[in-house]
C-alpha cells in the first residue's frame, strides 16, 4: 500500500493507493471539541445532509443517482472519540477501471461536496419537509435506544462521570434535546460545522494526483483552519473507592455496570497492553475470568463483558443478572480483577488472545474501510499501522498485563434495578 498527504489550506487529504479491491472508500471528517450542546445538532446534520441539498430536493433523489453511479452508498455519521466530535460524510463507490464512462470518476467524487457544501438551506432555515423527516428518524431511534436495558444502562452509567466530562455525553441525545432543535438552530450549527477542522481519507486503486485535483476542484470551502485542538483523550479521575448509584427501571432484569479509570498509561499500554488485559478479564468470550466466575462457576447471568474505552481512559464491565445476585457479582468482579493482578491466567491463554488479535487485524485488512479506519487514527493519535501493530502484539508478555493492572482504579458502580427477580440464570 502507498500512503500519501496533499496539504490543501482548508483541509488535508490522505490517500492509501491500493489494488486489492474492486471498490473504493472516501471518508471526510469534520472534528471539533466536544461540547455538549453540539452533540445532537452534529447527529442531526449528519443525517440531514446526506439525505438532500439544493440539487438534490429528497433522499430518493439521492439514491437514484447513487444507482446510476453503479450503486455508491454515501452516509453520514457522528462519532464521539474521546475530547473530540467527528461528523463524517463516507462514499463507497466503483473502482473507475470498471466503469463504463470515463468521467465517473469526477462524478462521483462530486456528489458529497455538492451535499456538504449545497444544503437545502433557505432564508436561513433548512428545508422543513427534509428537516421533519430526518427528526421522525432520529426520534424513533431515541426511542428504540430505550427499550435496550444494556444500551440504557450503560448511557446512565456513563452520565454519572463528571458532567463537563465528554464521556458523559450522549451521541443520540434526547427527546428533549431533539425537540429543541428548529430549522434555524439546525442551519446555524451547518455553520459551526463547515468551519470545523476537516480531513479527507480515501482508498483504492487510483491515480490519487488525479483525485486529489477533482477534490481540489470541488471542495472550494473558504475557512482556513487555524485552530489548534485539545488532546484527544477525556479525563476520567479515579476514586478511592467505587462510587455507587442505582435508578429502578421498568425492565424485568437488572443491569449491572461498573466503571473504572485508567491512570498513566504509556503508548505501548494504550495501543496493546491493555486490549489484552481486556481480552483476559471479559472481553474475548467464553473462556475469560468474569465469564468463568459469573457464569461457569455461580449462574449469576448469561453473559458478561468488559470493554475498553481507549479514548476515554476507561474500562467498564457490564452484566445483566438478578436483582437478589448484585453484591455477589460485585465480589466476583472485585475477584477477577485481583486474579489478573496477581497474574492468574496460563501463557496458553495469552497466546490465545494472541492469536485471535492477529486474525482480527488481518481480517481488517481484507475490506478497504479496515484500512481506512486504522489510517484515520493513525493520522490522528499516531496509532501503528496494522502491519506494525501486528508484530508488537507478538512481543507482549505477561509480566506487562501484570504490571497494567496497577493502572486499573475505581470509579462508578451503577445498577438499573428491574422490577422483578430474574431466577432463570
Do not use: W
Not at 215 to 230: C, M, Q
Amino acid at each position: 500500500m502507498e500512503y500519501k498527504k496533499f496539504e490543501y489550506p482548508s483541509f488535508n487529504l490522505y490517500t492509501v493507493k491500493t489494488n486489492k479491491f474492486k471498490t473504493c472508500q472516501m471518508e471526510i471528517i469534520f472534528k471539533d471539541e466536544a461540547r455538549r450542546e453540539d452533540v445532537m445538532l452534529k447527529t442531526f446534520l449528519a443525517d440531514l445532509m446526506t439525505d438532500c441539498s439544493s440539487k438534490y430536493h429528497s433522499r430518493k433523489e439521492v439514491a437514484r443517482y447513487l444507482e446510476e453511479l453503479y450503486q455508491a452508498s454515501f452516509y453520514g455519521l457522528t462519532n464521539k472519540t474521546g475530547n473530540l466530535i467527528m461528523t463524517s460524510f463516507v462514499l463507497n463507490f466503483l473502482n473507475p477501471k470498471f466503469a463504463l464512462e470515463q468521467d465517473y470518476l469526477e462524478h462521483v467524487l462530486a456528489l458529497p461536496f455538492e451535499m456538504i457544501l449545497n444544503p437545502a438551506i433557505n432564508a436561513g432555515d433548512f428545508d422543513i419537509k427534509n428537516f421533519n423527516v430526518v427528526k421522525n428518524r432520529l426520534h424513533d431511534e431515541i426511542l428504540s435506544v430505550g427499550e435496550n436495558i444494556t444500551r440504557v444502562s450503560l448511557k446512565k452509567a456513563l452520565e454519572k462521570l463528571d458532567h463537563n466530562s465528554p464521556t458523559s455525553y450522549g451521541v443520540l441525545g434526547t427527546i428533549e434535546e431533539l425537540e429543541e432543535i428548529s430549522p434555524k438552530t439546525l442551519a446555524e450549527a451547518y455553520q459551526d460545522l463547515i468551519a470545523s477542522s476537516c480531513d479527507i481519507y480515501i482508498i483504492g486503486d487510483l491515480d490519487m494526483d488525479m483525485v486529489a485535483n477533482i477534490i481540489f476542484k470541488y471542495f472550494k470551502n473558504p475557512v482556513v483552519k487555524t485552530k489548534k485542538l485539545s488532546d484527544l483523550y477525556a479525563h476520567n479521575p479515579a476514586f478511592k473507592r467505587l462510587r455507587t448509584y442505582q435508578e429502578e427501571s421498568k425492565f424485568l432484569e437488572t443491569n449491572l455496570v461498573q466503571i473504572y479509570s485508567l491512570e498513566n498509561l504509556d503508548e505501548k499500554e494504550k495501543i496493546i497492553t491493555l486490549y489484552f488485559y481486556n481480552f483476559l478479564l471479559g472481553g474475548g468470550g467464553l473462556n475469560t475470568k468474569l465469564y468463568q466466575l459469573l457464569r461457569e462457576k455461580n449462574s449469576l447471568c448469561y453473559g458478561v463483558k468488559s470493554m475498553y474505552l481507549k479514548y476515554d481512559n476507561l474500562l467498564v464491565v457490564q452484566t445483566s443478572i438478578s436483582k437478589n445476585d448484585v453484591k455477589k457479582a460485585q465480589k466476583l468482579i472485585h475477584q477477577a480483577f485481583r486474579e489478573m493482578k496477581m497474574g492468574e491466567f496460563s501463557e496458553e491463554e495469552l497466546n490465545n488472545a494472541k492469536e485471535s488479535f492477529i486474525f482480527s487485524l488481518n481480517l481488517s485488512l481484507d475490506n478497504p474501510g479496515g484500512i481506512l479506519n486504522n489510517y484515520i487514527f493513525h493520522i490522528l493519535d499516531d496509532l501503528p499501522l496494522i502491519e506494525d501493530r501486528i508484530k508488537m502484539i507478538e512481543d507482549v508478555t505477561k509480566e506487562e498485563i501484570v504490571a497494567v493492572a496497577s493502572k486499573i482504579k475505581p470509579n462508578i458502580s451503577f445498577v438499573l434495578e428491574g422490577e422483578e427477580n430474574n431466577g432463570d440464570n
